[in-house]
């Protein structure tokens, strides 16, 4: 192969993993969410490091970590049946103006030196409510902006390659900002940056598609979901590995701020600036390098066969990451085991989404993503309190090996289920 045939296969396999992005609303909605998550990004660093630095507690990281994410739990299922319902467009838009709004209320209890932890645990609520709304409906709008359903998975990979992009710079920045001049600054983006979301919302074309209002309740119609997910055993056994995973394993980026004090010895200073803050934003980036690699791996899938076993197989990797992880107490090695993480739990995470949107009847699509967003959001709440009550009890290391042995157990588990039900499979 000469050099231009080499170059001309790059080229096709970049335009093959991007290729989403030639539908006009996608590419406004991946141009604003793009920005906005890395706002995202600097709030979720900037509040885990705020309370660490209020209360220097294990306990209290996991009990806030478990407020601001059981409202998903308890709200996301009434959020999918609105949703199956409901003009998906306007949701989102209402939710973006909120959290804008949420942030700035940070950043003015910060600038007015007034913040306090219970100010942290009720505007971790709100954003929950947010949340919870937001979610599941924008992970069932992606099938309105893509034309050819043929891409809907490589949009759903390339969101989740936005995501992770947006998590390997956002710790990275917010560390150096916590550290240089405090957290003030990381909520302060981050309500700048949901305008960028919000104008690329308001400058799409949609052609709605119809909404069916039906005169049965909220309980008999997100009832009936409960029994279409249950009852499909695909779809039961990906929600299932993946709910187990997120309260067993996932929990463990709660615990970052103290690996970063406690484990790998941040208290010093150099110049003024804290150690430990900027080991904290090398941890998550690494776990967002990971996620990153994962996402694009997913996007430059030519084909669905295999993702059920991909999807098992990664579930074990994240899990003999974070066993690994565990066992190391020096921060060059605990980096790449970071790594092995991130990209374990992105492509269970992104892989189960893409197979969930594939098998779903459209008009269920609402509610199904709703289950995903418990399964994935709801059950990290419950994971926080249990992590860290384990680290407060044993210390930070065992919890996360626990949640690494746990994992790798549902991925045996549930995986044969999966595989043995997946028309994919092969």
Request: proline share 3%.
């Amino acid at each position: 192969m000469d050099e231009a045939q080499e170059a001309e296969g790059l080229t096709g396999n970049f335009r093959h993993i991007f290729r989403t992005l030639k539908y006009r609303n996608y590419r406004l909605f991946f141009t604003g969410q793009s920005i906005s998550l890395i706002g995202t990004w600097l709030q979720m660093i900037a509040v885990s490091w705020l309370v660490y630095r209020l209360t220097g507690s294990y306990m209290m990281l996991g009990l806030v970590g478990f407020v601001s994410r059981i409202p998903t739990f308890v709200v996301a299922p009434f959020a999918g049946v609105l949703a199956d319902r409901a003009n998906k467009h306007k949701i989102i838009i209402i939710t973006q103006v909120l959290s804008l709004l949420q942030a700035a209320a940070f950043a003015f209890l910060i600038f007015t030196g007034t913040i306090q932890i219970w100010h942290i645990i009720v505007l971790g609520v709100i954003l929950g409510i947010i949340n919870s709304f937001d979610i599941p409906v924008r992970q069932s709008f992606v099938v309105q902006m893509v034309e050819d359903k043929k891409d809907l998975g490589n949009a759903i990979a390339l969101n989740s390659s936005m995501v992770n992009g947006a998590r390997l710079i956002g710790p990275t920045i917010a560390g150096l900002l916590i550290a240089a001049v405090g957290e003030f600054w990381c909520f302060s983006l981050n309500a700048l940056s949901f305008i960028a979301v919000i104008a690329g919302l308001l400058m799409m074309r949609l052609e709605p598609l119809p909404v069916k209002a039906k005169a049965r309740s909220h309980f008999k119609t997100l009832k009936e979901g409960f029994k279409y997910a249950s009852r499909h055993p695909q779809i039961s056994s990906l929600l299932l590995l993946l709910a187990f995973v997120n309260l067993l394993g996932m929990p463990y980026q709660t615990l970052l701020p103290g690996f970063s004090d406690k484990v790998f010895q941040g208290t010093s200073e150099l110049f003024g600036i804290s150690i430990a803050s900027v080991k904290y934003g090398l941890l998550m980036g690494s776990a967002g390098l990971g996620a990153l690699l994962g996402a694009l791996y997913l996007a430059g899938r030519k084909k669905q066969e295999g993702l059920a076993k991909v999807i098992v197989n990664c579930t074990l990797i994240f899990g003999a990451g974070l066993i690994l992880f565990s066992l190391t107490r020096t921060l060059l090695l605990a980096l790449p085991m970071l790594v092995i993480c991130g990209f374990g739990m992105m492509v269970l995470m992104a892989g189960t989404n893409t197979l969930l949107q594939q098998v779903v009847e459209e008009d269920k699509r609402g509610r199904v993503m709703s289950f995903y967003t418990m399964a994935f959001m709801g059950m990290q709440p419950f994971g926080s309190l249990l992590s860290g009550w384990l680290a407060k009890m044993y210390g930070g290391p065992a919890s996360v090996l626990i949640g690494g042995i746990g994992s790798i157990l549902a991925a045996l588990y549930f995986g044969r289920r999966l595989l043995k039900s997946s028309p994919l499979k092969a």
